[in-house]
């Protein structure tokens, strides 16, 4: 059961829908952030981070970081030129001027939602490289949303319009990908084994029991 559960979520990860943290390095916002993308099917996030080490926080993660994977760049502009050459829409949530309500967006097409720090907001250099920015629109006193708040938000958003186009009701993820990610949700101990032996990961059942032991070897 646990192997099937895991199969269904992965076949319904989102290959072409994900964040760029620019900065935001508050280890209880990347978490929460992560549960999102978790909760909305974001197959792998990016972030600008000073080293290739990622952090989670262990309270509010709810194991988001196993699910997950992080991309980190050194700078945003390194970051929006990879999403960019692979074709995604970089959007980016700050509520200027030019803003458009976060709604009006399609989400259906290949995506990249730029978040940044709570107290610095998005890069100048991030707002200048995007090709829209956008607001949740308040009707309160308050002028913004927490980071992880609005990642949520503006997230769920893209859930649905992929849902009505019926984007989670086909796999995405290419056959070599989809075995490995499901390898290493299944097995992380053994898969942390092979990776730092460099050998192959041992192939599956259909029931995801490791077929031999010639991987020990």
């Given at each position: 059961?646990?192997?099937?559960?895991?199969?269904?979520?992965?076949?319904?990860?989102?290959?072409?829908l994900?964040?760029?943290?620019?900065?935001?390095h508050?280890?209880?916002?990347?978490?929460?952030?992560?549960?999102?993308?978790?909760?909305?099917?974001?197959?792998?996030?990016?972030?600008?981070?000073?080293?290739?080490?990622?952090?989670?926080?262990?309270?509010?993660?709810?194991g988001?970081?196993?699910?997950?994977?992080?991309?980190?760049?050194?700078?945003?502009?390194?970051?929006?030129?990879?999403?960019?050459?692979?074709?995604?829409?970089?959007?980016?949530?700050?509520?200027?001027?030019?803003?458009?309500?976060?709604?009006?967006?399609?989400?259906?097409?290949?995506?990249?939602?730029?978040?940044g720090?709570?107290?610095?907001?998005?890069?100048?250099?991030?707002?200048?490289?995007?090709?829209?920015?956008?607001t949740?629109?308040?009707?309160?006193?308050v002028?913004?949303?927490?980071v992880?708040?609005?990642?949520?938000?503006?997230?769920?958003?893209?859930?649905?319009?992929?849902?009505?186009?019926?984007?989670?009701?086909?796999?995405?993820?290419?056959?070599?990908?989809?075995?490995?990610?499901?390898?290493?949700?299944?097995?992380?101990?053994?898969?942390?084994?092979?990776?730092?032996?460099?050998?192959?990961?041992?192939?599956?059942d259909?029931?995801?029991?490791?077929?031999?032991?010639?991987?020990?070897?």
């Open positions: 059961e646990r192997f099937a559960r895991l199969r269904a979520v992965l076949d319904r990860r989102q290959a072409d994900t964040v760029l943290l620019d900065k935001v508050k280890p209880h916002n990347l978490s929460a952030v992560l549960r999102s993308c978790d909760a909305t099917g974001v197959f792998r996030a990016h972030a600008v981070w000073p080293s290739a080490r990622f952090r989670f926080h262990r309270l509010t993660s709810g988001a970081g196993k699910w997950v994977g992080v991309v980190t760049h050194p700078d945003i502009e390194t970051g929006i030129s990879s999403l960019r050459t692979r074709g995604y829409q970089v959007v980016a949530a700050h509520p200027g001027t030019d803003a458009v309500d976060f709604r009006e967006v399609d989400y259906t097409q290949p995506t990249a939602l730029i978040l720090a709570e107290l610095t907001g998005i890069s100048r250099g991030a707002l200048d490289l995007a090709d829209r920015h956008l949740i629109p308040m009707a309160g006193h002028a913004s949303l927490n992880s708040v609005a990642a949520a938000v503006i997230l769920f958003e893209a859930q649905r319009q992929r849902q009505q186009a019926g984007m989670y009701d086909r796999v995405q993820l290419s056959r070599e990908c989809r075995t490995q990610t499901l390898f290493e949700w299944a097995h992380p101990r053994i898969a942390d084994y092979c990776r730092r032996h460099r050998r192959a990961y041992p192939a599956l259909e029931n995801g029991a490791i077929i031999g032991d010639a991987w020990r070897s």
